[in-house]
């Protein structure tokens, strides 16, 4: 029986990747654990393995195809004695490849025949004919029932059975497919009207008796920014993987995690002498050579605050609040274009030189796209720092599933009044934007107090 090889979630936030290099060709044979593709995520380049073995039918998706969706049919994995099916006759090959990917779909509907005497046509249900028996339950093995962990993630999110779901995958797998189908299935059941997708720059239409009361309002999507400029006095650059998972993950965060922003001013006079000090000790050559920047103490600083207000240090979930047990630090970083989240985890247990070689390290491979997803995924706060473009004060979108976000402007010198007079301090503006779910003003507030006094008198964080 022939397997189609589906394309891999290689996280758990991936919606769809690039085929960026086949290592495999048709008629190869193949067995568990060999490298059959490079897939390119909107963060990281990964190899994907096969887990079965027997040999390359077909391949349905051309190297270099971007914008593959999750567990779509990428190839045809054939048993020993079968052969592939033939291609459609179709001049255009995207067609021809579209044609079989379909025909491989799982649960793809079969060409209407004309009905016989020796097979008469189903007649459609209706209120005197019952309908259909329901699905039967997907396949197990020894009591395990087979699923991806995407779909398992998301049923036990969203409390469903996966005994009850029947899989669409290969030998009955059950996929995200099929966990969301049932998802819109059990809102039918339950009375609740399924969510319907509007066509970009389509205005939903309501009937009277359907029109929001007062003091609501309906989002209409935003229409397409094309239709305000002539053609030909713009150039069209095509959205890649990376900035379109960008603009997904942000657009959700802004609109369903409640933002606020709590600013404060941090003297660093005594972190710059202190970081001066340090660097001009520090050997210049060799394995042992470093160079601390501000972002390395600032990173220390939250890390040792946020064991200080563990509310701080929390993510959101449905049941509960999930208060984490290190300071797993996301710093951004500027890929240009893009941006990437990598986590220095465990920081309140790192000192400063450990945090600033774990945060170059990072900053270097995620430019390079050879991060791994464990190393970007999670992470239970976030730092970005626009301080070097000479950014005085900023606000920063919120890390999902994380509860807040650091943004570090510059640090200027400012006429300051101490003790009555006149001086000159450095001051850097911090602002830092909160889930209001998880953190109240006040919360916030005592955290970023916490953080000023470490920033301010740097051996405190020796104590």
């Known amino acids: 029986m022939s397997t189609q090889i589906l394309m891999p979630a290689l996280s758990p936030t991936m919606e769809e990747g690039k085929l960026a290099k086949w290592h495999v060709k048709e008629g190869d044979t193949v067995k568990a654990g060999d490298v059959l593709a490079e897939i390119e995520t909107d963060k990281a380049t990964m190899e994907f393995e096969a887990i079965d073995e027997g040999r390359i039918g077909k391949l349905l998706v051309p190297e270099g195809a971007e914008g593959v969706k999750v567990n779509a049919p990428i190839a045809l994995l054939l048993e020993e004695g079968e052969t592939a099916p033939k291609a459609p006759a179709l001049s255009n090959i995207p067609d021809a490849m579209k044609a079989i990917r379909e025909a491989l779909a799982p649960g793809s509907p079969p060409k209407a025949e004309k009905a016989t005497p020796q097979q008469p046509a189903q007649p459609a249900p209706t209120a005197a004919t019952p309908p259909p028996a329901p699905q039967p339950p997907p396949m197990r093995t020894n009591g395990r029932i087979f699923a991806s962990p995407l779909a398992k993630r998301i049923a036990q999110q969203k409390g469903l059975d996966l005994a009850s779901l029947k899989g669409s995958g290969p030998h009955g797998r059950i996929v995200k497919a099929d966990v969301e189908a049932a998802r819109t299935g059990a809102s039918a059941q339950s009375g609740q009207r399924p969510i319907v997708p509007v066509p970009t720059g389509a205005v939903p239409q309501r009937r009277k008796e359907e ?25 069209a650059v095509p959205h890649d993987s990376m900035r379109r998972t960008i ?24 972190l710059m002498d202190a970081r001066a000090r340090l660097n001009a000790r520090a050997p210049k050559e060799g394995p042992e050579a470093y160079k601390l920047s501000v972002n390395d103490f600032v990173i220390k600083a939250a890390a040792m605050a946020l064991m200080k207000h563990p509310d701080v240090n929390a993510s959101w979930s449905e049941n509960a609040l999930l208060k984490h047990k290190h300071a797993d630090i996301g710093i951004a970083v500027d890929l240009n274009p893009g941006l990437i989240t990598p986590i220095v985890f465990h920081a309140e247990t790192r000192g400063l030189l450990d945090i600033s070689r774990e945060a170059r390290s990072l900053a270097e491979r995620a430019k390079e796209k050879k991060l791994k997803p464990q190393e970007f995924e999670g992470g239970t706060f976030s730092i970005s720092n626009l301080g070097m473009f000479g950014m005085k004060q900023f606000t920063a979108v919120i890390n999902p599933p994380q509860s807040a976000i650091l943004a570090i402007g510059a640090g200027e010198e400012h006429a300051v009044v101490k003790d009555g007079k006149i001086t000159v301090a450095q001051v850097m503006s911090v602002t830092m934007g909160c889930d209001h779910r998880v953190i109240d003003g006040a ?13 301010e008198e740097p051996a405190a964080m020796l104590l």
């Open 247 to 270: 603009a997904r993950r942000l657009t959700s965060a802004k609109a369903l995690i409640p933002h606020y922003y709590l600013t404060i001013d941090c003297d660093i006079r005594e």
């Open 211 to 235: 029109a929001p009361a007062a003091g609501t309002s309906i989002i209409a999507p935003l229409p397409d920014a094309r239709l305000f400029y002539k053609e030909g006095d713009y150039e």
């Open 443 to 455: 919360t916030g507030a005592r955290f970023l107090q916490t953080f000023k006094a470490f920033i």
